[in-house]
Each structure stands twice: as C-alpha cells, then as structure tokens.
C-alpha cells in the first residue's frame, strides 16, 4: 500500500514537472472494445461518435453473461507512441471492488476513475449484476481533464483497461487519442 502510494505520488509530481505548457485539441483515434469469452461477455456496441468539430463521444455497451460479479481486477495502463506504443508513466493493477468502495483510497486510480464515472453504469460498488454502459464520453470533458486537472505533454497516447474476471482476462478496452 505505501509502495502504491509512494509511487503515485513520484509519477504525479514527475508529470506536473515536465509539462509547462497548456494543448488545446484531444483528438480520438480509436477505440476498441474485446472481448475474450463469449460466455462471459459480449460486445453490443463500441463507437467513437463526430457530431461536429467540436462534439465527439465515445459510447460502448458489454453484456455480461456471468452475473453477479462480486470479484474484478482490473489493470490500466497509460501508453505513448514513439516507435510504437511504449509503456508511459502509468501501469496500475488493482482490485476493483477493494476500490470502488473508497476510491479516494488510490490516487492515481482515482484520476482515470474520474475520466468515466459521471458516465458509466459502473460507478457503484461491487457486485455487478448489469451490462456495462458508457455514456457519451465527450473528447472535452477529456481535455478538461488533461490539460487543467493534470496536465500531459502533447503526443499520441493509447490507454488500456484490461477486466480480469475470477482471475481470467475478458474484456480489454483501448483507446487512442492525441492531444495537441
Ligand atoms: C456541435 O453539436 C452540439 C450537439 O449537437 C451542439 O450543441 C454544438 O453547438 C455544435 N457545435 C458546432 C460548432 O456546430
Ligand atoms: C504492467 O505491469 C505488469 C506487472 O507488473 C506487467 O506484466 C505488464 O507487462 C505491464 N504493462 C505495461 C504496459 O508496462
Ligand atoms: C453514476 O453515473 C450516472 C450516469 O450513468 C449518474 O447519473 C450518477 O450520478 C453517477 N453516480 C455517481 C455516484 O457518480
């Protein structure tokens, strides 16, 4: 816990360090939704939506076929394109339903929390006993969240959320974006 901790707390002022300037434009790219075990979970959909310039979302619908859900792991990692998608900054691994009963209780999980849970159906504690919805995830409310909140260097960046139920990998989630 106090490694966890440590650890946060190093990235978060590493990033704040190498960053000074502020982008304007958080671009999607992509997004991808799989799912490994049809018995498990299916995809119903998983789009990225341009009303206009301005207004883009991503929505995304997963059944899941195994329910309730009372154990999840969940990793999140943060990756930069260089040669290639490199790991960056951030890899996290934690029990998703330790966290979503305090999730003030890690930081820099907190901080990916918060991109999502106003939303998505997934903003509750365990278990899970419904599909997984995401809602009109809008390229701003992203922005907002990479410039002012915590800001990141401009780049091309994919972020993964990989769902292990009952210790087995079945959903991964990825998105692409840029930010300029
Ligand atoms: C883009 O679409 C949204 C929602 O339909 C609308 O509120 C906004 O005014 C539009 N922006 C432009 C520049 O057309
Ligand atoms: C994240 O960490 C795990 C375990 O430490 C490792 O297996 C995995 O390859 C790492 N992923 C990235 C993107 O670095
Ligand atoms: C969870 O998300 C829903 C929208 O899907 C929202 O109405 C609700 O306020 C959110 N609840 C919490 C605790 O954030």
Redesign the pocket.
Known sequence: MVRILCFSVVFLLFTICLITKVYSRYEFSNVKCECADKKFCEVEYCYIKSKNRTYKYISLKIKLHRIPLTKIKT?F?L?QRLNGYK?FLY?V?IDACKFLKSPTSNPVASYFYNFFKDVSNLNHSCPYDHDVLLDKLTAESILHRVTNILPFPKGNYMF?MDFYMYNIKQIVFQLYASIS
């Open positions: 990793n990692a990756y790991p890899n691994t993964e």
